[in-house]
């Protein structure tokens, strides 16, 4: 059975702050795997990472993908109270997305 | 907002009930996913459809059937409702025949209560 495990599960932090979001996985036939940001309803997309070692970034976001490993890390910088919500992270496996519980992330003034 | 029009909004019913869950994607978009959100189980996929037919199923329970009509919009029917169904349930689509070659847009999803 798919598993994707994410850490912490709950996180705060003060404004400005660095965090790294942890997600490992065991997914048999693994394609891709998904980061998406959940605040009050819908999980808006984030980033796809296929390759290791290859870092995507947005703006004060990035992240890396180790397959050997099977984790990838979601890094936020200068962190700011609108970085708050649930960032959850899906392996991919055809049509199903295997979500972990997300980690909930706190970032208070 | 992501262009996937999910109704209703909130529902609450009995147990034992029915109820049927709209989903609208976005324009262009041939797949169409469901997924069930609660408090203790995280995100779990349901099924997915693409064009009219289904693709992939995932946890989905007996007493719960979806489809996924000519214009592409989808339904998912939930029958003999019990507590634990309560939860939020998710539409995402994508233009992409599966998951992992293009990026899905929930929408807001429906919040079933059921009492």
């Known amino acids: 059975e798919d598993k994707v495990v994410q850490s912490p599960l709950s996180l705060v932090v003060h404004e400005g702050d660095t965090v790294t979001l942890n997600c490992s996985y065991e997914?048999?036939?693994?394609?891709?795997l998904l980061w998406y940001k959940q605040e009050k309803k819908a999980p808006t997309f984030l980033f796809m990472l296929?390759?290791?070692?290859i870092e995507k970034k947005s703006g004060r976001l990035s992240s890396i993908l180790d397959k050997k490993e099977l984790f990838s890390i979601l890094n936020i910088t200068a962190t700011q109270t609108g970085d708050s919500a649930v960032y959850l992270c899906?392996?991919?496996?055809?049509?199903?997305?295997?979500f972990g519980e997300g980690t909930q992330l706190t970032v208070n003034p | 907002d992501s262009g996937v029009t999910q109704t209703p909004k909130h529902l609450i019913t009995a147990t034992g009930q029915r109820v049927t869950l709209r989903c609208s994607p976005r324009?262009?978009?041939?797949?169409v996913y469901w997924y069930q959100q609660s408090l203790d189980q995280g995100l779990q996929f349901l099924i997915h459809y693409y064009n009219g037919e289904e693709r992939a199923k995932g946890n989905i329970l007996e007493r719960f059937s979806a489809q996924q009509f000519p214009d592409l919009h989808s339904e998912l029917n939930l029958s003999s409702l019990e507590l634990g169904d309560s939860a939020l349930y998710f539409c995402a689509s994508s233009v992409a025949t599966s998951a992992h070659t293009g990026e899905l847009f929930f929408g807001e999803g429906s919040r079933l209560t059921v009492l």
């Open positions: 997914v048999t036939n693994f394609r891709s």
């Open positions: 899906a392996v991919v496996r055809g049509s199903r997305l295997t």
């Open positions: 296929t390759s290791s070692g």
């Open positions: 324009s262009g978009d041939l797949s």
